[in-house]
């Protein structure tokens, strides 16, 4: 597989999590059988959930979150 972009989930300077995606590859993170309501990401108090997408892919799509202290 080629890997054209790559995606970079990050809690301020945190990363949380890092995906290579090919051109036209989608990503979703749902919840686990037995972890349900159990986030896949976590930011602290002040920190800015980011997504950083490298190379010259464009977002499309939803992103859904809670706040939650």
């Known amino acids: 597989m080629d890997i054209d972009d790559t995606m ?7 990363i949380l ?3 290579d995606l090919s051109a036209g590859q989608g990503i979703t993170e749902n919840d ?3 972890a349900d309501n159990v986030p896949r990401f976590k930011c602290r108090p ?3 959930f980011i997504l950083n ?3 010259s892919a ?4 939803s992103c859904d979150y ?3 202290y």
Do not use: Q, Y
């Open 32 to 34: 686990e059988p037995g």
């Open 66 to 68: 809670s706040l939650k």
């Open 46 to 48: 002040g920190e800015a």
């Open 8 to 14: 970079t989930i990050k809690a301020g300077s945190r």
């Open 58 to 61: 464009v977002f499309k799509g």
């Open 53 to 55: 997408i490298a190379g």
């Open 17 to 19: 999590g890092n995906f």
